[in-house]
């Protein structure tokens, strides 16, 4: 009989930090803000580093808008990165406004580089649907009271994707008319 050894998980974890003194715990914390840009970001997020919480949402923003507009070279669409953005933020922060504004980042920026590149295929529409999908369920379960910060931003996005293929426009202006007619009226 073979005897396998469980994963390593959360509980296991926490059972050997609990015995820690504050130093250790500091030292771990300094090891993996040294280990990788990844945990960099989750901490500066966490904590919002300087009392900017502008900061860090702004970084995020970044990783988003590069894989459409790079500074250099042309956008390389890794939606999967933009999208990690997204769920880091939010994970790193809890902050649902802030979540709301890239997930719309998110959308606007796909939208524009259809609109500057032209179409591109139905996987690429399906992620910015799936986003904008996400978006308009955490404003009607948790954020009804953000629609109007973010409304104008909304309507411009359905506009300029009126004439966008794959069913996309058309999907967009079924989402935008759902959100005002639930939300919209309450922010006038």
Same mark, same amino acid.
């Given at each position: 009989? %073979? !005897? ?10 926490? =059972? ?5 003194? =504050? ?6 914390? $300094?090891? +993996?803000?040294?280990? !990788?840009?990844?945990?960099?970001? #989750?901490?500066?997020?966490? #904590?919002?580093? @300087?009392? @900017? !919480?502008? &900061?860090? +949402? &702004? ?14 070279? #042309?956008?390389?669409? $890794?939606?999967?990165?933009? =999208? $990690? ?5 939010? $994970? ?6 802030? %979540? ?13 580089? %259809? ?6 295929? &139905? ?22 009271? +953000? ?24 999907? +967009? ?11 919209? %009226?309450? !922010?006038?």
């Amino acid at each position: 009989m %073979t !005897s396998e050894k469980k994963p390593a998980n959360w509980s296991q974890i926490r =059972r050997h930090l609990k015995g820690w003194a =504050r130093p250790a715990l500091m030292a771990l914390a $300094k090891d +993996l803000y040294a280990a !990788s840009a990844a945990n960099r970001d #989750f901490l500066h997020a966490r #904590f919002q580093a @300087d009392g @900017d !919480s502008g &900061e860090a +949402l &702004e970084k995020y923003r970044r990783k988003i808008v590069e894989q459409f507009f790079p500074q250099r070279g #042309f956008g390389k669409l $890794k939606l999967a990165e933009a =999208r $990690k953005a997204i769920r880091d933020y939010r $994970k790193a922060t809890g902050n649902l406004a802030g %979540t709301i504004d890239l997930m719309l980042a998110y959308v606007e920026n796909g939208t524009e580089f %259809t609109r500057q590149f032209g179409d591109i295929n &139905e996987a690429y529409y399906n992620s910015l649907e799936s986003v904008m999908n996400e978006m308009v369920a955490l404003l009607w379960r948790e954020g009804a009271e +953000l629609y109007p910060r973010f409304r104008a931003r909304i309507q411009q996005l359905e506009a300029h994707a009126d004439h966008i293929g794959w069913g996309y426009g058309d999907y +967009l202006r079924e989402q935008v008319g759902s959100l005002e007619n639930e939300l919209g %009226t309450e !922010s006038q």
